[in-house]
């Protein structure tokens, strides 16, 4: 028997993991392509469209996170977004214009913006580097603006090599 111990120093040093993907909203992400509403893949045709929208069968987007978007070479009125948003708005949990990546953004702004933060008040924080999730850069950017003023310490990384940000 061994008379030395083996200290994890990580767990005394007091530092308070944070996992940015644990913000990530579950729930399914589905797209829509104006393009498919659109005569010919080009032309939007106030009658066909609306017949179109009215047809459109509420039940894939039922508490999904849906983007709006259009992958045509076509002039898209707003108010076909405002009547598409109006069809959806009810079953989806949140619809956006723009692609997969503005959706994630946007999804991780509302997170950011509505977390509580105050388990992290005058704490040494370490933000981990890597993460199963896609997180999107911005969301980054919007956690150090939360943290900066809260906490005493922020590290990015992992508690083996990590980089310091910012001392208070």
Known sequence: MSDFEIKNKV?????INFDLSQLVPKGTRVGIDLKDFLFQEMILKEKDFREKVAQLSVEPYQDAYVYVYNSADA???LWAYFLLTAKLTGS?????FGNREDLEVLLMHTAIQTHDFTELNNQRVLVK???ESSIP????IELVEQLKP???SLMFGE???NVP???N
């Open 92 to 96: 989806a949990k949140k619809i956006v």
């Open 129 to 131: 580097g890597c993460s």
């Open 137 to 140: 850069e911005n969301a980054y």
């Open 11 to 15: 767990a005394g040093s007091g530092l």
């Open 75 to 77: 002039i898209v009125p």
């Open 150 to 152: 809260i906490v005493k």
């Open 159 to 161: 508690a083996c090599s």
């Open 165 to 167: 940000i910012f001392k």
